[in-house]
Structures are given as C-alpha cells and as structure tokens.
C-alpha cells in the first residue's frame, strides 16, 4: 500500500510560482513511477505530469509544458512539483499519483488527498 500526501499548495497571483511536494509512505517509492493530475470545480481530473520510476522520463500535458516540472527524490520519498507562470486557468485541487509504470492514458491506483492551488488574475 502506498499513501501520498500533499502540501505546498495555496494562493498565488497570475503570473507567479508554486512548488507542491508529495510525500509517500513505505519502503518502496523508488519503485513506483508518480505524477499529477489535476481537477478545477465543475470540470473531469486532468493528467498534468508524470516521472517515471528512474526519474528519466518525464510526461506533461501540453497546457504546461515549458511551465511546470516535475521531479523526484528518492532519498526523501518525495515528488516535486514546480509551478511556474501561473496561469488563472491553473486553479484546481492537484492530485499526486502513484503506479508502477506510467502508460499512456495513465490510471493510476494510488491517490493522495489533494491540494488546492489558487490563482488569482
């Protein structure tokens, strides 16, 4: 079982940055390729970035590509995410994300609780 939680996330002005982080439990995050989805008020959870379990690989959804990035340290079971140019159509609840490999879609089992990102115009 693998159990995620997320912090770091909060209100910003357009334009600005954010990292969030996602801790796991357990011995075993380095086995595990992990990521972030996102889900704003009234629309579906989105796929947003994915590493995989090397950290050699790396997946973004084209919305935020040259503006987000995404990382990972095994030492500390964490996985980062770096938010730059915030946009207003950024806003949602980020999900982190945890499977053993990262298809494409990507459905992974494990799920934190999320955290909410807000930005302002």
């Known amino acids: 079982q693998v159990q995620l939680v997320e912090s770091g996330g909060g209100l910003v002005q357009a334009g600005g940055s954010l990292s969030l982080s996602c801790a796991t439990s357990?011995?075993?995050?380095?086995?595990?390729?992990m990521g972030w989805f996102r889900q704003a008020p009234g629309k579906e959870r989105e796929f947003v970035a994915a590493?995989?379990?090397?950290?050699?690989?790396?997946f973004y959804t084209n919305s935020v590509k040259d503006r987000f990035t995404i990382s990972r340290g095994n030492a500390k079971n964490t996985v980062y995410l770096q938010m730059n140019s915030l946009k207003p159509e950024d806003s949602a609840v980020y999900y982190c994300a945890a499977d053993r490999t990262v298809v494409t879609p990507w459905s992974p089992n494990y799920w934190g609780q999320g955290t909410q990102v807000t930005v302002s115009s």
């Open positions: 357990g011995r075993t995050f380095s086995l595990y390729a």
């Open positions: 590493i995989d379990v090397s950290g050699s690989r790396l």
